[in-house]
């Protein structure tokens, strides 16, 4: 399968070890997965804060937007491309596998100005090294606020499972290798992260830093609403233990929409946290809140700029 110069080997050991991950992560997070639990949960459910954390998520997408545009000094993409790219990345990674929408929006912004994939995909990488520092920062700060019982067997249990899991996925990914028209561009992609951050100047970075923390900012107040919506009383505490779990299950290759891993990381967090009562449930409205407007929006916008390319052409 190709798309967009990517391709894809469906029997690939990489795709298929992603799957097996993600069969694992489902069979611990979905244990106590009811149908008419999840059912009831979607009748009573306050849907105005589901909205509200829909339209928070979008709106973190085009502060992203922003964001990115700072990591370009030659060329100046215009935020409505980039916004238009950053969702074609997360329509690419709910419906393909190995997280492939990174380099999905890669593609299509190499395309629309003309620039070497290897530039647009270290400004990427730049993106990430922010997200994997603000995660650390605000997990180093949570482990003073946080009290669990390392003791408890059902901690320690779940704490083996994410551990192995996690290690495998991380091998995974460090076997990983994408290519551009089958070469190898690593080492060109380095030499352009160093280039990005030498480029940087002062104000770009303190710009940088402000949109870094609105963005996190939001997605905190986005998992509270999302909680608001079930009356599940978490603290803000909880929240950012939940958030900075499920944002490190998200890095791991998967399958589409990280599907397994997402849940499981939600439901470790809350057991993590002694809420253990519609915890499954939980995780899979956290989960439909970015997976129903990031797809339906990125595959509007993947339609979109397929066929001005091909106008182009």
């Not at 969702?87 to 890669?106: D, Q």
């Amino acid at each position: 399968m190709k798309i967009n110069n990517i391709k894809f080997n469906f029997l690939n050991w990489k795709f298929i070890l992603s799957i097996v991950i993600s069969i694992v992560f489902s069979y611990y997070a979905f244990q106590e997965f009811e149908l008419s639990k999840i059912i009831k949960v979607l009748i009573d459910i306050q849907y105005s804060y589901i909205l509200l954390a829909a339209i928070l998520l979008i709106f973190s997408v085009y502060i992203r937007a922003l964001r990115w545009q700072s990591f370009f000094s030659e060329i100046k993409p215009s935020t409505y491309d980039l916004f238009g790219s950053q969702m074609i990345g997360y329509f690419g990674n709910n419906t393909l596998p190995l997280r492939a929408g990174e380099f999905l929006k890669c593609i299509f912004l190499s395309n629309t100005y003309k620039v070497p994939k290897s530039i647009i995909f270290g400004t990427v990488l730049l993106e990430r090294f922010l997200d994997f520092m603000s995660i650390l920062i605000i997990a180093l700060v949570s482990i003073f606020f946080i009290s669990i019982n390392f003791f408890d067997q059902s901690f320690r249990i779940s704490l083996i499972v994410m551990i192995f899991l996690l290690s495998i996925a991380f091998i995974l990914i460090y076997k990983f290798k994408f290519r551009y028209n089958g070469h190898n561009r690593f080492l060109e992609i380095m030499l352009n992260i160093i280039k990005g951050f030498r480029s940087l100047k002062i104000t770009q970075f303190f710009l940088i830093l402000i949109y870094t923390l609105l963005i996190w900012f939001i997605y905190i107040v986005v998992v509270y609403s999302a909680q608001l919506s079930m009356n599940m009383n978490l603290t803000y505490t909880d929240v950012i233990i939940i958030l900075i779990i499920s944002s490190l299950a998200l890095s791991i290759p998967s399958a589409p929409a990280n599907i397994g891993a997402f849940e499981y990381s939600v439901v470790f967090s809350m057991g993590l946290l002694g809420y253990y009562s519609n915890a499954i449930e939980f995780a899979i409205i956290l989960h439909l809140v970015s997976f129903i407007p990031y797809t339906i929006l990125g595959g509007l916008f993947f339609i979109y700029y397929n066929y001005t390319l091909i106008d182009e052409k």
